[in-house]
């Protein structure tokens, strides 16, 4: 999925709606954030979890490599373990699916 820019967010039609209720602390301090940056504490908040959420989305699809685990993890891929037998158990008869379980290359 490709990464929206911020000018294409800020295009972007407003339909949804969200609630939820929170401390009066953190109220008071979106309240007060928000006034520092001169934008309604709406505004405020869904910017905030919306970049939260970018982040989160972005750190659980990302894979980061050392650069010594970047040479083992790609020559795991290259030469996979030979399959056993509870992975073959796992695969059951689908062998249309998993051809690699029921005839590995050499």
Do not use: W
């Not at 911020?6 to 309240?31: C, G, L, Q, W, Y």
């Not at 505004?43 to 980061?64: D, L, N, S």
């Amino acid at each position: 999925m490709p990464m929206q820019t911020e000018e294409s967010v800020a295009d972007e039609r407003s339909s949804e709606r969200m609630a939820f209720r929170t401390k009066p602390r953190i109220r008071a301090a979106i309240r007060k954030a928000a006034a520092l940056a001169g934008v309604h504490e709406s505004a405020f908040a869904m910017g905030a979890a919306y970049k939260a959420a970018m982040e989160t989305i972005a750190a659980h699809e990302t894979t980061v490599l050392q650069p010594g685990d970047h040479a083992v993890f790609f020559a795991a891929l290259d030469r996979p373990a030979a399959p056993n037998a509870k992975l073959r158990a796992a695969c059951g008869d689908d062998e249309d699916t998993f051809p690699i379980i029921r005839n590995p290359a050499p």
